[in-house]
């Protein structure tokens, strides 16, 4: 399947940076969307999927369009280990 990872975060937060630096490591195509000037948006984002923190990481794949919520950093972890 051919996907790639969409990841809204904040540049001060070190688990967005090491799930950026996860998905750069095993070479997988990602967005990052830095929330960090715009708080109104996280909450909004985190009200959306239900998640109380950042990194809120999604797979979007790129054949049928379909983009499923995977979490945060160890999630992503876990998920790419599967």
Not at 18 to 37: C, G, I, M, P, T
Not at 54 to 71: A, C, S
Request: net charge negative.
């Amino acid at each position: 399947m051919a996907s790639r990872f969409i990841v809204y975060g904040r540049s001060t937060c070190p688990y967005c940076t090491l799930a950026l630096e996860l998905l750069r490591s095993r070479e997988k195509e990602n967005v990052y969307f830095d929330f960090s000037e715009d708080p109104a948006a996280v909450k909004e984002a985190m009200e959306f999927y239900d998640w109380p923190t950042v990194p809120m990481v999604l797979e979007n794949d790129l054949t049928t369009g379909e983009t499923k919520f995977i979490g945060g950093y160890a999630d992503l972890l876990g998920h790419l280990d599967e």
